[in-house]
């Protein structure tokens, strides 16, 4: 998609793109968008998507995604919708909360979705959390420097403290970026059990910067590690966070590979947690997840080195020949199930639609 686009700071890619996107997108084009990603991510060996999704169709939405990614596409999902003051305000929340609701684990979830702290007003986070009980949150923070000082311009506090102040941060939350935070915030993070998900090639696409992993770690705080919808695969993100960390800290001894496999699981211990179920390994009592990938080892591989074999001999070519999630098998000889291709196909005329949409605005 080919738009007007010359922004100066994070705002202006948000308003000159991401927002505008999202509001030409109606309940067709959320359901074959997630046909179209849910196809291409399985392609990557993917078959669990935590979706936090925004687009001008509301009411409805999360069905659509569960509808392509789990019903038909015979993935896993766990999903909310992006509330901000953008939109309908009750339209959002009652998305959210109906969904989680109605979804409570095995292959669906729910999470309650906020944008960030600058699209949201002190009533906004006060009607919220006099709404949505113990659901836990899925929200960016401190993705940009603008982000914080905003929130210290309006309301003289820091974005963990304005929502900690609203009892938001609720146990099991999902804090996505966390760039510019300081200490009082992790210690905040830390004592509510939030978990916080870094996306370094989003933050480098959007020039924002990168995370400090080494003082989130100090604090004991869980970091998972995650695409912001940026691809449709993670194998390039492993690389990416081991590269941008040694970049960071000029050495190769603060982020390592025991650093990257325990961001790994945990991200499988949240996904499971939040289905009921166990991810990530090949024995007794998990999910029977499996991928056969083609690789002739150039190098003897065994128990010490299987991590460096799949970043550096595998990660830049990654494609599984077969998937299988929860011992069904999606993916055969590189490709999904013919009746999920001709849907994917469908997406290309959706896509059509809202570009034709957005160059009539």
Same mark, same amino acid.
């Given at each position: 998609?080919?738009?007007?686009f010359?922004?100066?700071?994070?705002?202006?890619i948000?308003?000159?793109?991401?927002?505008?996107?999202?509001?030409?997108?109606?309940?067709?084009?959320?359901?074959?968008?997630?046909v179209?990603?849910?196809?291409?991510?399985?392609?990557?060996?993917?078959?669990?998507?935590?979706?936090?999704?925004?687009?001008g169709?509301?009411?409805?939405?999360?069905?659509?995604?569960?509808?392509?990614?789990?019903?038909?596409?015979g993935?896993?999902?766990?999903?909310?919708?992006?509330t901000?003051?953008?939109?309908?305000?009750?339209?959002?929340?009652?998305?959210?909360?109906?969904?989680?609701?109605?979804?409570?684990?095995?292959?669906?979830?729910?999470?309650?979705?906020?944008?960030?702290s600058?699209?949201? #007003? @002190?009533e906004? !986070? &006060?009607?919220?959390?006099?709404? $949505?009980?113990? +659901?836990?949150? /899925?929200?960016?923070?401190?993705?940009?420097?603008?982000?914080? #000082? @905003?929130?210290? !311009? &309006?309301y003289?506090?820091?974005? $963990?403290?304005r +929502?900690?102040? /609203?009892?938001?941060?609720?146990s099991n939350?999902?804090?996505?970026?966390?760039?510019?935070?300081?200490?009082?915030?992790?210690?905040?993070i830390?004592?509510?059990?939030?978990?916080?998900?870094?996306?370094?090639?989003?933050?480098m696409?959007?020039?924002?910067?990168?995370?400090?992993?080494?003082?989130?770690?100090?604090?004991?705080?869980?970091?998972?590690?995650?695409?912001d919808?940026?691809?449709?695969?993670?194998?390039?993100?492993?690389?990416?966070?081991?590269?941008?960390?040694?970049?960071?800290?000029?050495?190769?001894?603060?982020?390592?590979?025991?650093?990257?496999?325990?961001?790994?699981?945990?991200?499988?211990?949240?996904?499971?947690?939040?289905?009921?179920?166990?991810l990530?390994r090949?024995?007794?009592?998990?999910?029977?997840?499996?991928?056969?990938?083609?690789?002739?080892?150039?190098?003897?591989?065994?128990?010490?080195?299987?991590?460096?074999?799949?970043?550096?001999?595998?990660?830049?070519?990654?494609?599984?020949?077969?998937?299988?999630?929860?011992?069904k098998?999606?993916?055969?000889?590189?490709?999904?199930?013919?009746?999920?291709?001709?849907?994917?196909?469908?997406s290309?005329?959706?896509?059509?639609?809202?570009?034709?949409?957005?160059?009539?605005e």
């Amino acid at each position: 998609m080919s738009l007007p686009f010359n922004p100066n700071n994070f705002v202006e890619i948000l308003e000159q793109l991401w927002w505008r996107l999202d509001d030409a997108l109606k309940l067709d084009d959320v359901y074959h968008s997630g046909v179209a990603y849910s196809r291409d991510t399985l392609l990557n060996g993917v078959t669990t998507i935590i979706d936090h999704h925004a687009s001008g169709a509301i009411r409805g939405s999360l069905s659509q995604l569960k509808k392509a990614v789990v019903d038909e596409g015979g993935m896993r999902g766990i999903f909310c919708f992006e509330t901000s003051d953008r939109f309908d305000l009750f339209y959002c929340m009652n998305e959210n909360i109906d969904f989680a609701k109605s979804n409570t684990g095995n292959n669906c979830a729910g999470l309650f979705g906020l944008h960030a702290s600058m699209t949201l #007003s @002190e009533e906004s !986070l &006060k009607i919220i959390s006099e709404n $949505i009980g113990d +659901l836990p949150l /899925h929200v960016h923070i401190a993705e940009s420097k603008y982000d914080q #000082s @905003e929130c210290m !311009l &309006k309301y003289g506090k820091r974005i $963990i403290t304005r +929502l900690d102040n /609203h009892g938001l941060l609720k146990s099991n939350s999902l804090l996505a970026h966390c760039l510019y935070i300081d200490d009082d915030e992790r210690d905040l993070i830390a004592q509510r059990d939030c978990r916080v998900v870094y996306n370094v090639t989003s933050n480098m696409n959007n020039s924002v910067g990168l995370p400090d992993y080494k003082s989130i770690k100090d604090k004991h705080i869980p970091t998972l590690i995650g695409n912001d919808g940026l691809s449709t695969g993670m194998t390039n993100e492993w690389l990416n966070m081991i590269y941008t960390m040694h970049l960071r800290y000029q050495t190769p001894n603060t982020f390592g590979f025991e650093d990257l496999l325990g961001m790994i699981n945990n991200t499988y211990d949240y996904a499971g947690g939040l289905l009921g179920i166990k991810l990530g390994r090949l024995q007794k009592g998990y999910e029977s997840d499996l991928l056969m990938i083609p690789y002739i080892a150039p190098t003897p591989i065994n128990e010490t080195n299987g991590l460096g074999h799949l970043l550096y001999g595998l990660a830049n070519s990654f494609r599984p020949r077969h998937v299988w999630c929860g011992g069904k098998q999606l993916v055969t000889d590189f490709e999904v199930g013919e009746k999920h291709l001709q849907n994917y196909r469908q997406s290309h005329i959706s896509a059509n639609r809202v570009w034709q949409r957005l160059q009539g605005e």
